[in-house]
Structure formats: C-alpha cells, structure tokens
C-alpha cells in the first residue's frame, strides 16, 4: 500500500509543472530550515482556491516563512489583499523579502502579533477564505472568531489536522496537547451547523469548510 502510495505521489508530482521559481527557492530554505509549513499539494490547492474563486480578501493565521502565503499571492486577482498573523518577526522578514523579490509586497500586510487578541475586533469583514496554520491548541478559537468574518460561501481552509495520523490513535493519558486539542477541534469544525464542512487526507490533513449562512 505505501509503495502504491509513493509511486502515486511521484507521478502527481512529475505531471504537474514546476511551481514558481521563488516558491522553489523557499521550499529549500524552509527545509533547510526545518519549517516549511504546508506541503506544495496543499500549496496547488490554495492557489486553485484562490484563482476558483477570484478571491480578494483572504486571512491567514500563521506566515512563517510565507510559503503558503505567496502561494496563495501569486493566485490573487489584481485587486486582491491578505492580511497575515504572526508574533515572529524575524520569520516574518523573510518572508516579506520573498514577497519583495515577487514584485507582491504591497498586497500582503503583516501583522506581527498573536491573532487570538486582535480578532474581535479584525475591521476585515465578508473574507473569501481564511487560512488557518497557526498554534494547533488554539485551533478551536480561531475557528469560532474567524467563522462570522467569512462571507457566505467563503472558505475556511485549515493545515494539518490528522498530525501525521496521530488524531486518529486511540486516546490516551499520554497523548501531547496538540493531539488533544486537534481532535477537539476537528469534532467541531465537523459539526458546525454553519459551515459545510470536509477534511481530506492532503498534507498531514487539510480542514475545508464552506460558510453556508
């Protein structure tokens, strides 16, 4: 099964064309790194998101190094802006020379603190998609501030949230935080009456979930 798996993965990977060179360049250095964020299928997903829609406002918890960000930049019709969360400043500098260099600069505004505390009040309204990869233990609260941001039919899109296959183990006292509080959330982001909502087994798992009024 995992060789069938693998060859799988290798054949996507050679039928899709190359990304962007700078998406490429980042990959590198965010392994080298070791913090890359989403993998690139996930970062073909959001771009697909993003061009399907003609999304023009979009919030992201969590830039990093920028790489699902300038995947999701580089997609954006002219008019369109993100607005990303994340306290790591120097992370962040880097990802702003990528945006830089990608000629995008002006459609990205960083903003460097925690979104927990900034969101009730987050003058953005009628978001078309918001993208969540930001502390796993505070999933469930970004889930419930950033829901009634969505306009109707936006998306909220959400990174990681099968860890690996950890969430699905059979509970134990020993479990880490993050698998708790994952689990937590993936039973209610499921459930929401006001979402219609999907998880798919992309890239350690990626929460998608429509606004439906």
């Known amino acids: 099964m995992m060789r069938m798996y693998d060859d799988l993965s290798a054949y996507l990977e050679a ?3 190359e990304p962007d060179p700078l998406l490429l360049e980042l990959e590198q250095y965010g392994r080298k ?10 970062g073909r997903l959001l771009s697909v998101l993003v061009h399907c829609m003609q999304a023009n406002r979009i919030l992201e918890i969590g830039t990093a190094y920028g790489y699902a960000t300038l995947w999701m930049a580089l997609a954006l019709p002219p008019a369109g802006r993100i607005w990303s969360f994340d306290p790591d400043i120097e992370r962040t500098e880097v990802a702003r020379s990528y945006f830089d260099r990608a000629g995008i600069s002006d459609r990205i505004e960083i903003i460097n603190q925690s979104a ?6 987050f003058p953005q309204r009628n978001l078309d998609i918001v993208f969540i990869d930001g502390e796993k233990t505070e999933y469930e609260a970004y889930l419930e501030l ?18 690996g296959g950890r969430v699905a183990r059979k509970p134990a006292r020993g479990d880490d935080a993050a698998v ?4 937590r959330f993936n ?19 990626t929460g998608i979930g429509a606004r439906k009024r």
């Open 187 to 205: 039973e209610a982001f499921l459930s929401r009456p006001d979402l219609d909502a999907t998880i798919i087994p992309l890239g350690g798992g």
């Open 33 to 42: 790194e070791d913090i890359l964020g989403v993998t690139r299928p996930v």
């Open 146 to 163: 950033c829901a009634p941001l969505l306009k109707l039919s936006g998306l909220i899109v959400v990174h990681n949230v099968l860890l």
């Open 15 to 17: 039928a899709h064309p």
């Open 180 to 183: 708790v509080a994952i689990r």
């Open 116 to 121: 927990l505390p900034v969101l009730p009040t």
